[in-house]
């Protein structure tokens, strides 16, 4: 593509694409913080429907970028999919400002986000990536703040739409209180919208071979039904737990079958590599298990069992439950300088940790975490843990996300062959939407039967669920640990392969791998 005369500097293409993205996660965090109870409290859903419902959606979110990225990089053109997914997620978010406590609505609405999800999310960081490439060093720097752009975006839009909630409802009733916070998260991607508007020239030459040529009439309308077609398909799957539950089974034998068909046709030289991915990929789906416990499970139990009212450094906080969620994007605002740090440290001492071993940790650090929440239990008092059971829970359940989470799909670019790379990457991305899933179900094992108010009851349901997920921590780490010299014997292989030409660092949102010392 030509470039532009004068050139734009890298730092104001990427500040266009940074702060599409921040309101991007602003407006999804705001809506995936409220969701389950909005089901709950809004909509009359049981918890162990909302659960599901939410993990269908959330499983349909992770898997649609694959074909997303195929169409900004074949069809649309990689700006104008990023700027289309950013317009269909605001209508999606539109939709649930509207007043209704129609179940079809919410179920449409999450299909209209399911769809401007996949459009927007693979094409901004192809942009980012597109912007720094061939430069290694800032891409790496790059992909940092990105990836911070993301907890920004998120933790500004899980503190305030909780509140945007209470507040409006103290004044004009519930039922506005709860779609008026929808409603923040639409104009949320608005100000993305209008703010891109004003610096889209900074983005004129970046892009693929798709954005140069003008849209063919019949594409655009063989892509507007093809998306309204996802739309129904995905507000049937959710309204049908029966069709979820066989989709996402099936879509695990289908990942399953073809890793094993790649491992078995590859080169013999590729297989280590292969094998490899596919151990660490089986590890990351345990782990989004337990991450998908952060809307359903350990959201309900700050509903239920834990005390909100704090004191820190004298100040006084009183937060809403669903705030809690927050803890998140906070503690990984804070760890990810010193894991840095850290990495960087120990590369120049030529013992920076393998990638197994970072999950390993990552897994240890899970354990500990949901253990914390099974140990508050013992101090509660009536029923009610302490907030800072909470915050020290969250830290140790996001350093775990940070060393297995964030080098995911950096795993998948370093064992990977570059000729199947893009299409490991969807699969990849599948396989993380099976376990979002996979969560749902697991957090209705805390399922509180209907009635059931007395708050020492459910704290029992809650802490028993936590203290097993610990249990199966301390397996996966255990797990981890045994597979090790395998991994480094496949790793070792897979290095002395010369034939084997790495894919580039590959990250997202949530996945960067470590800055270059």
């Known amino acids: 593509m030509a470039l532009q005369n004068p050139p734009v500097s890298q730092t104001r293409s990427f500040s266009t694409v940074f702060l599409i993205e921040m309101w991007e996660r602003f407006g999804f965090y705001g809506m995936q913080v409220l969701m389950v109870t909005y089901m709950m409290k809004k909509l009359g859903f049981i918890d162990s429907k909302a659960n599901l419902v939410w993990g269908a959606a959330a499983a349909l979110i992770y898997a649609t970028p694959a074909i997303g990225g195929w169409i900004g990089d074949k069809l649309l053109g990689t700006r104008r999919t990023m700027l289309l997914g950013a317009v269909v997620l605001a209508l999606g978010y539109a939709m649930l400002w509207i007043p209704s406590s129609n179940p079809t609505l919410l179920y449409s609405a999450l299909g209209v986000i399911v769809v401007g999800n996949g459009f927007f999310k693979p094409n901004a960081g192809n942009l980012v990536r597109k912007i720094y490439e061939g430069d290694d060093t800032k891409i790496d720097s790059a992909f940092t703040i990105y990836y911070m752009a993301v907890n920004v975006g998120s933790m500004i839009s899980m503190t305030a739409t909780p509140w945007i909630r209470d507040h409006v409802a103290a004044t004009y009733g519930d039922n506005w209180g709860w779609h008026t916070a929808f409603g923040a998260c639409a104009i949320g991607l608005l100000l993305g919208l209008i703010n891109y508007s004003l610096m889209y020239r900074t983005l004129a030459h970046i892009g693929s071979p798709s954005d140069s040529q003008p849209v063919k009439p019949m594409r655009a309308l063989a892509l507007l039904a093809a998306s309204l077609v996802m739309v129904g398909v995905v507000a049937f799957i959710l309204q049908s737990l029966l069709a979820a539950k066989i989709c996402v089974y099936l879509a695990g034998v289908v990942i399953l079958g073809i890793f094993v068909h790649l491992i078995r046709s590859a080169e013999k030289t590729e297989r280590a590599g292969l094998i490899a991915a596919l151990v660490l990929t089986v590890q990351t789906i345990f782990f989004f298990i337990f991450y998908a416990q952060m809307a359903t499970s350990l959201n309900l139990f700050a509903q239920r069992n834990v005390d909100t009212d704090m004191n820190l450094l004298g100040?006084?906080?009183?937060?809403?439950?669903?705030?809690?969620?927050?803890?998140?994007?906070?503690?990984?605002?804070?760890?990810?300088?010193?894991?840095?740090?850290?990495?960087?440290?120990?590369?120049?001492?030529?013992?920076?940790?393998?990638?197994?071993?970072?999950?390993?940790?990552?897994?240890?650090?899970?354990?500990?975490?949901?253990?914390?929440?099974?140990?508050?239990?013992?101090?509660?008092?009536?029923?009610?843990?302490?907030?800072?059971?909470?915050?020290?829970?969250?830290?140790?359940?996001?350093?775990?996300?940070?060393?297995?989470?964030?080098?995911?799909?950096?795993?998948?670019?370093?064992?990977?062959?570059?000729?199947?790379?893009?299409?490991?990457?969807?699969?990849?991305?599948?396989?993380?939407?099976?376990?979002?899933?996979?969560?749902?179900?697991?957090?209705?094992?805390?399922?509180?039967?209907?009635?059931?108010?007395?708050?020492?009851?459910?704290?029992?349901?809650?802490?028993?669920?936590?203290?097993?997920?610990?249990?199966?921590?301390?397996?996966?780490?255990?797990?981890?640990?045994?597979?090790?010299?395998?991994?480094?014997?496949?790793?070792?292989s897979h290095a002395n392969d010369t034939t084997h030409t790495p894919l580039p660092a590959s990250r997202s949102e949530e996945s960067y791998d470590n800055p270059t010392p």
Request: net charge positive.
């Open 315 to 492: 100040f006084h906080i009183n937060w809403i439950p669903e705030q809690y969620q927050n803890l998140n994007a906070i503690w990984i605002v804070l760890l990810s300088p010193v894991l840095v740090w850290i990495y960087n440290a120990l590369g120049r001492l030529g013992r920076n940790p393998s990638v197994a071993v970072k999950f390993a940790w990552g897994f240890g650090a899970v354990a500990a975490g949901f253990f914390m929440y099974g140990v508050g239990a013992i101090w509660a008092v009536n029923g009610q843990v302490s907030s800072w059971v909470m915050v020290g829970g969250y830290g140790l359940y996001s350093l775990g996300e940070l060393l297995v989470s964030g080098l995911g799909l950096a795993m998948i670019a370093r064992y990977v062959p570059a000729r199947m790379g893009g299409f490991m990457m969807g699969a990849y991305y599948v396989a993380v939407g099976i376990s979002q899933y996979l969560g749902s179900v697991v957090a209705n094992y805390a399922h509180i039967p209907e009635g059931l108010t007395d708050p020492l009851q459910s704290l029992e349901i809650y802490t028993s669920l936590f203290n097993k997920l610990g249990v199966v921590g301390i397996g996966c780490t255990a797990i981890a640990l045994a597979v090790l010299p395998l991994m480094n014997k496949l790793s070792a």
